[in-house]
């Protein structure tokens, strides 16, 4: 008996099988429920190639587990993909005067604050489309604004390449984030009754063709 070559077996198979789920699912769009009945079959002649004289029910449950990890990786996979193309047009960082303005600004509150006193916030409603000298007290925006105005234009250059790769990093882990939930999201919404014929039937075949039992029913 030789668990690893079972094992060898059934990867080989369910890589084959994830594959052809993930090709059919990502470039056509659909999800191809009778594929997973594939996968089960691929799968178990993948173990039962690996297994050779071993018969029986260890390695037909190899198959079986086999064959649904491929599946639900197949699935994972095919979502994950959808959403990474459609957060892939993440608009690239350009940083503008007002922008390092209002870092300095920022900074300027986060001295305040420390120094333990108040910082009168403007209490408008602002539209989402205010300049940023809106949502900052007069007096700090002025300060925020003659510090950046202060620096040469070497120093300012260098500013706005520490700031806009400091956003770029942030931006990076946020989309990182949120390619994540929503792909997790997508998997959990992408299942159906209809799955678990599916399962069951690639979950079957995956047994019978890998515990040698195919033709025992004869």
Known sequence: MSIGRWLIGGIVGGAIGVAIWVAVGYFTGYEVGFIAWGVGFIVGLGVRAGAQQDEGIPPGVTAVALAVVAILLAKYAVIHLHVSDALAD????????????????AAIVEKTKEAGNAVDWPTDNLPDNAPA?????????????AEWESLSDEVKAAEKASQKE?????????TTQLRANASMEGFKA?????????????????????????????
């Open 133 to 145: 000298e809106k949502y900052f007290p007069p007096e700090i925006w002025a300060k925020g604004k």
């Open 90 to 105: 993440v608009p690239a960082v350009s940083l503008t005067d007002e922008d390092m303005i209002a870092a300095h600004a």
């Open 166 to 174: 400091r956003t770029e990093a942030i931006i990076g882990q946020v």
């Open 190 to 218: 992408s299942f159906t009754p209809i799955d678990l014929l599916w399962f069951g039937l690639a979950a079957l075949t995956a047994f019978k063709l890998g515990s040698g039992m195919a033709g025992s029913d004869e």
